[in-house]
């Protein structure tokens, strides 16, 4: 973007920051800090009752609210212009999810990502490991809405009959182990080739940086994963999968110390999945490093047991359970275990919407971390979205730096302790309300009860 233009952008953005304030989020794309970086993204656009900038403001709003109809977005949206003196616009949705679909997906995207590199970029060396960049990896799943669209290009699991599942798809993601911010993302079916976590992983390889380390489960542990870090600069720390574990004889290799120890693995056959020219390029054999800690067997490229001991290494690898909490804030706390859209675009559209929303509530709590001399692991994601979403409900249009400051001295007010080895019963105390489960499609259930009633309780 030619300079000129880049600035009259951003005076448009600053203009419609100053008539409106489309909730907190509006503040947050609109401050300095990202001010840039938002106005190098935003299309070109006739004025309209909803600019691009507003509109993302109101879309993350409303994933982040309790209704999350488009109705509610809009209410929100007239009240805070009826507060604000300024003229009505219509009650009809139509406008805004005109919007919301000409918002292209590529600003939501990159923004979401630029945002998780100004968090860690502006991260302390000693928020690192021993200096050290750490990079979590792992994958979950969403449902999306049951729509014809959405089945067809996110199908529901094969062992479910037709019209009784949710359409499903795959997302992997890399986090900052320091700061907690999202670095990158990939989202694919969960059946069909490169549907699976490890070759959606390897399509987010680039953003890793030479001298960083990767952490993931022992799904990721494997030869020509370990091979593609090694020729990055990237080193990596991992449960050993099952397969292997089995196998593991500390008896053999190189004897570092008790339990751990050095092997040579040797290149496997080609998968399906990689290309020939690729499978050529990796080396016949390779060098890692095996011992057992806490219980597991772990594999690392890490190889030199004076400068990284062994218990190091196990302090590290559990601090790998922060990527499964990470992961649970952005399901759980801000509800995106379940896409509403009814289109396959729409509907990775409102995904990185939520990954670009949980990234602002991470430069949130940086920004008090930083303000009470803390790490960001130590303060509680679910209570700076409730400070968040209380500040917004209650004027969040102001731009005042006290006020900001002592929302931040909130934020960073409770603290959350290391709970390391802590184990919980996967199961329910409270019962829930005993509703059978639906075993044939929706339409014929109605049906059946429009003939013959309800079925009676089963006691």
Not at 393 to 401: F, N, V, Y
């Amino acid at each position: 973007m030619h300079p000129n233009q880049r600035a009259a952008t951003q005076q448009r953005v600053l203009e419609e920051a100053a008539r409106i304030d489309t909730g907190g989020f509006f503040n947050l794309l609109t401050g300095p800090q990202l001010l840039d970086h938002v106005a190098a993204l935003v299309p070109a656009h006739r004025e309209r009752a909803f600019p691009p900038t507003e509109t993302l403001a109101m879309f993350m709003t409303q994933a982040l609210s309790a209704d999350g109809s488009c109705r509610q977005a809009l209410a929100d949206h007239a009240v805070q212009r009826a507060i604000a003196g300024l003229p009505r616009l219509s009650t009809s949705t139509s406008a805004f999810c005109q919007a919301r679909a000409r918002l292209p997906l590529s600003m939501i995207s990159t923004l979401a990502r630029q945002t998780g590199e100004l968090v860690t970029d502006g991260a302390p060396a000693w928020w690192h490991w021993h200096g050290r960049r750490v990079r979590l990896a792992d994958g979950a799943t969403l449902t999306l809405a049951d729509t014809a669209e959405n089945q067809a290009k996110y199908p529901q699991p094969t062992s479910q009959k037709p019209g009784l599942g949710f359409p499903i798809c795959r997302l992997v993601v890399l986090l900052c182990l320091a700061t907690g911010a999202l670095l990158d993302g990939a989202v694919g079916p969960c059946v069909g080739k490169g549907s699976d976590e490890q070759s959606l992983l390897r399509t987010l390889l680039d953003t890793l940086l030479r001298g960083e380390i990767l952490i993931a489960d022992a799904f990721y542990a494997t030869y020509f994963l370990l091979c593609e870090l090694g020729s990055r600069g990237v080193d990596g720390v991992f449960e050993q999968y099952g397969a292997r574990k089995r196998s593991t004889d500390f008896r053999l290799g190189q004897w570092l110390g008790v339990r751990d120890h050095l092997i040579v693995l040797s290149k496997p056959k080609r998968p399906d999945w990689m290309r020939q020219e690729d499978d050529d390029q990796a080396p016949d054999t390779l060098t890692v490093r095996e011992f057992q800690a806490g219980g597991k067997i772990m594999v690392t490229t890490l190889l030199c047991p004076k400068a990284v001991p062994k218990y190091t290494l196990k302090v590290l690898y559990r601090s790998r359970w922060n990527v499964e909490l990470d992961l649970r804030n952005i399901k759980t706390t801000l509800g995106m275990e379940h896409l509403r859209c009814r289109t396959p675009e729409m509907a990775i559209k409102e995904l990185w919407v939520y990954l670009l929303a949980y990234n602002l509530i991470r430069l949130l709590m940086a920004q008090a971390a930083l303000l009470a001399d803390q790490i960001p692991r130590q303060l509680s994601f679910k209570h700076t979205v409730q400070i968040w979403i209380s500040r917004q409900q209650r004027g969040g249009g102001t731009r005042d730096a006290v006020v900001i400051r002592a929302l931040l001295v909130l934020i960073a007010e409770p603290r959350v302790g290391l709970r390391r080895g802590r184990i919980e019963p996967r199961a329910l105390k409270r019962r829930l309300k005993s509703y059978p489960l639906l075993t044939k499609p929706r339409r014929l259930a109605q049906e059946e009860v429009r003939q013959n009633g309800h079925p009676k309780k089963q006691r």
